[in-house]
């Protein structure tokens, strides 16, 4: 499943939840520094449906009709405990008390790397051309593909699109024809993505080395997806109103694992400051650890590093400051 686009004022879904994937022939897509989509070869195409597809897409509206009457009952709700300006001082302790609460309603997905049947060897499989990811934070679905990418050791550069987006949205609008979410593209294989079921699925075919999902990933996000997004009172689910609307030269990069309270908190201001950044993941048992290492000297988690001033950190208070400081639209003035 996937989530449609929701209205900054109004929070109804103005998209359905049709599952589908896109293809393009020639597919060779990367995004530009003005976020604009180039070397763009041939006309994007949506693969037929057939009988079978079409029961899908029924059910996927009934599912959509469901979502959206709970999604226009949670945004106002959301927002209205969301806690204000998120740069402003926090109370840390309940930050990390919630953010942790969120973790062990996710438990055990999205925390080490899956090895299924191939025990005690590099199962990682990181593309040549990393994979690209339209997502928002707090949207459950994404957090689906998110924790099937850290169980699958990837690298992927993150896109993230707010409520009040300026820029990924439209990208994903103009390219798969609605802003639905999340919105895989990998352009090792030529292709680009809805829901995030097909996308689980499509992710572990591709790059799982014969692993399948751990259980219970695929069918946990109904019962249990929600609970992250209801704890953190939809952080990261919408455009900060003070971020610069200039986009930073080069992506910020994050060492995280989807499932790490205190990168979730960082995760919910890139995605607030709508920041592309590199996402690596690097979950227990990942072969990223030693690149971690030699980067901070620590295993520990979050990391970011900014190539656009140098800066790099690994405490997540200062990251968040830093986050705010440097990327808002005073600061670009």
Same mark, same amino acid.
């Given at each position: 499943?996937?989530?449609?686009?929701?209205?900054?004022? &109004?929070?109804?879904?103005?998209?359905?939840?049709?599952?589908? %994937? *896109?293809?393009?022939?020639?597919?060779?897509?990367?995004?530009?520094?003005?976020?604009?989509?180039?070397? !763009?070869?041939?006309?994007?195409?949506?693969?037929?449906?057939?009988?079978?597809?079409?029961?899908?897409? +029924? +059910?996927?509206?009934?599912?959509?009709?469901?979502?959206?009457?709970?999604?226009?009952?949670?945004?106002?709700?959301?927002?209205?405990?969301?806690?204000g300006d998120p740069s402003q001082q926090r109370n840390h302790a309940l930050e990390v008390a919630t953010s942790s609460?969120?973790?062990? +309603?996710? &438990?055990?997905?999205?925390?080490?790397?899956?090895?299924?049947?191939?025990?005690?060897?590099? *199962?990682?499989?990181?593309?040549?051309?990393?994979?690209?990811?339209?997502?928002? !934070?707090?949207?459950?679905?994404?957090?689906?593909?998110? !924790?099937? %990418?850290?169980?699958?050791?990837?690298? *992927?550069?993150?896109? =993230?699109?707010?409520?009040?987006?300026?820029?990924?949205?439209?990208?994903?609008?103009?390219?798969?024809?609605?802003? /639905?979410?999340?919105?895989?593209?990998?352009?090792?294989?030529?292709?680009?993505? $809805?829901?995030?079921?097909?996308?689980?699925?499509?992710?572990?075919?591709?790059?799982?080395?014969?692993?399948?999902?751990?259980?219970?990933?695929? !069918?946990?996000?109904?019962?249990?997806?929600? /609970?992250?997004? &209801?704890?953190?009172?939809?952080?990261? %689910?919408?455009?900060?109103?003070?971020?610069?609307?200039?986009?930073?030269?080069? /992506?910020?990069?994050?060492?995280?694992?989807?499932?790490?309270?205190?990168?979730?908190?960082?995760?919910?201001?890139?995605? #607030?400051?709508?920041? =592309? $950044? *590199? &996402?690596?993941?690097?979950?227990?048992?990942?072969?990223?650890?030693?690149?971690?290492?030699?980067?901070?000297?620590?295993?520990?988690?979050?990391?970011?590093?900014?190539?656009?001033?140098?800066?790099?950190?690994?405490? $997540? #208070?200062?990251?968040?400051?830093y986050l705010f400081k440097t990327y808002s639209s005073a600061a670009s003035a």
């Amino acid at each position: 499943m996937s989530i449609s686009v929701v209205d900054s004022s &109004l929070c109804h879904p103005t998209a359905s939840f049709p599952s589908s %994937m *896109v293809h393009s022939n020639r597919f060779s897509k990367r995004i530009s520094g003005n976020g604009n989509w180039v070397r !763009e070869r041939r006309r994007l195409y949506v693969k037929s449906s057939n009988s079978e597809g079409k029961k899908e897409e +029924a +059910a996927q509206k009934s599912s959509s009709n469901n979502t959206s009457s709970f999604l226009s009952f949670l945004c106002p709700l959301l927002k209205a405990f969301s806690g204000g300006d998120p740069s402003q001082q926090r109370n840390h302790a309940l930050e990390v008390a919630t953010s942790s609460l969120a973790s062990v +309603a996710r &438990l055990p997905w999205g925390s080490r790397v899956s090895t299924g049947s191939i025990d005690n060897q590099d *199962v990682s499989s990181n593309p040549p051309l990393r994979l690209q990811l339209f997502e928002f !934070e707090a949207c459950p679905f994404c957090r689906r593909v998110r !924790e099937a %990418m850290t169980e699958l050791d990837l690298s *992927v550069e993150v896109y =993230p699109c707010p409520k009040g987006s300026i820029r990924h949205r439209e990208l994903v609008r103009r390219s798969g024809g609605k802003e /639905m979410f999340p919105f895989l593209v990998d352009p090792n294989t030529e292709t680009l993505m $809805y829901e995030s079921g097909d996308i689980v699925k499509y992710l572990f075919k591709q790059y799982g080395n014969g692993r399948g999902p751990s259980t219970g990933l695929l !069918e946990s996000t109904l019962f249990t997806g929600w /609970m992250p997004t &209801l704890l953190r009172a939809g952080r990261g %689910m919408s455009l900060w109103d003070k971020a610069s609307t200039d986009l930073p030269p080069k /992506m910020l990069e994050l060492f995280s694992y989807e499932n790490n309270p205190y990168s979730r908190l960082v995760r919910e201001a890139l995605c #607030e400051l709508e920041l =592309p $950044y *590199v &996402l690596h993941n690097i979950g227990e048992g990942s072969t990223r650890m030693k690149s971690l290492l030699n980067a901070s000297g620590s295993n520990k988690v979050p990391f970011l590093v900014d190539p656009n001033t140098g800066v790099q950190l690994g405490d $997540y #208070e200062k990251i968040l400051a830093y986050l705010f400081k440097t990327y808002s639209s005073a600061a670009s003035a």
